[in-house]
């Protein structure tokens, strides 16, 4: 007797590890800039080049990019300081050598002290939350071959199978063209690009990407007016994935890294076009949703049939979708008084704080952390920031939520907008988007190896050849054939039944294979 198998691949998540770390940095001006007499603004973004284990660590090296907005001394005139700070932490995770570590989300906070006109302190908060998964394979068997007539019984299993996982990168290439009511460029001062509305879609052996980048950006024209743009550019394109059909499902891990602003020239040789490029960096799993027929037990009237089993873990896939969280708050901030004229740019991240599962689905908790620039009503000093928080809390709805699943979820903001609501308060309106790959893991007993050997002859002969049964809890008529020695057939036959099902309680008259009916 030989089985057939198929094997199915999964990638196993384990535990997720959050870490928190701090950079300082003592950092003097460059001679070629100017006094800094107080800072505008500042934001902080961490570039992983490395993740490793070392033992029952990871280390997790590269850089932060730092950008600082500052006021000079004398003239009191916009410039910018630019830098990066490379950094190396040690995360305690145990492992066995056997699984894969990534950044799964990461967030920065930046904070700027003036020491005096020379020299600034810096401090870098870094929050990582480490990712861990291994590949793990499991088997199903699906069918028998034998010599000798063989009763099978199948069970449908509905399962989802890893069929790629890979990374890869699509680098965005975009221009934008000033409008005619703006200057042209003479130096960039600051820019922020940042990912919005992605959409990612599967094809044929390629995967198409679609979506928008947000970008801002405030320069000196050539005669140093401070101005601005914010736009938003569409991209779309594709990447090569062989093996990708238009019918998988993808779960997929996007950040957009080393985004360049830079100052091109337009079709009248001027100044007046910002080149746009950032790399979309994608971790991708990709699953085919299958029903499989799985052969569950056999047995057979000439030989007996001894089965080998193991339990094995499966998984199915209960949703796969972008839940869309919407915040919509006013802040009363006294401290702006009443010389905000304009909000000129603001920047969102999200902080995690957990995830619970409930019957009425998945509960996320978190915060949103908001600043913004804006323009003072104050000639001296034109400019202003603001930074702060908005906690909240969202249900993604899956009434009657089993047990034994996993999510997954990443997430980005995808929307955000701060304007103005009287002189004392602000309107935070905003859009975070909840990736959410929710499986549900099965236990299944699995028949791994099958031997046969001669009936017991003595113990055959002893075996009536009818018997009156009553249906305990439990029973079905393939295990009374198998018990008996009959087939479900012969059962339905003798007991005039059109359907197999049967009840506790029910009476049945059970005949021998071999036996026929006088």
Known sequence: M????????????????????????????????????????SSAQLRTEDVRPVENYVKVTGKAYFKILYMTQGEAKLSVLEGKIPFEEMIYAENDGGETFFIRNERTEFSVSVVHSRKL???????????????????????VESDFPVYKKWQKMSLSELKISKKDTYRIKEEIVLPGTKESIGQILFFDVSGRKAEIRPGQDELFLRGEAEVFCMYLSPEEKVEWIGQSVPYEGRILCEGMEEDMICQIRQNLEDPIVDIRQDEDGEMRVLGIEAT??????????????ILKDMYSLDRECVLDRKEGVYEELLMHNQAKCKIAERLTLPELKEDVLQIIHSEGSIQAEGERYTEEGIQIEGILHVSFLYLRADDEQPYGSWTGMIPFSY???????PENVSASPSYRVEQLAVTLAGSEAVEVKAVLTFDIFLKKMISAGMITTVSDRPFDVDASAKRPGIVGHIVQEGEDLWSLAKKYM?????????????SENVKAGDKLLIFKENMSIL
């Open 2 to 41: 030989e089985l057939t198998k198929k094997t199915v691949h999964y990638t196993e998540e384990g535990k997720t590890v959050f870490d928190r770390f701090y950079l300082d940095e003592d950092y003097n001006v460059p001679e070629q800039k100017e006094d800094v007499q107080r800072v505008v603004y």
């Open 486 to 498: 009959t087939t479900v057939s012969g059962i339905m036959e003798v007991n005039s039944m059109e």
């Open 395 to 401: 249900l993604v709805e899956y009434p009657n939520l």
């Open 280 to 293: 979309l960096s994608l971790k991708m799993n990709v699953y085919s949703e299958t029903e499989t027929d």
């Open 121 to 143: 302190t810096l401090r870098v908060t870094a929050e990582l939350e480490l990712g861990r998964e291994r590949m793990r394979d499991e088997e199903l068997t699906t069918d």
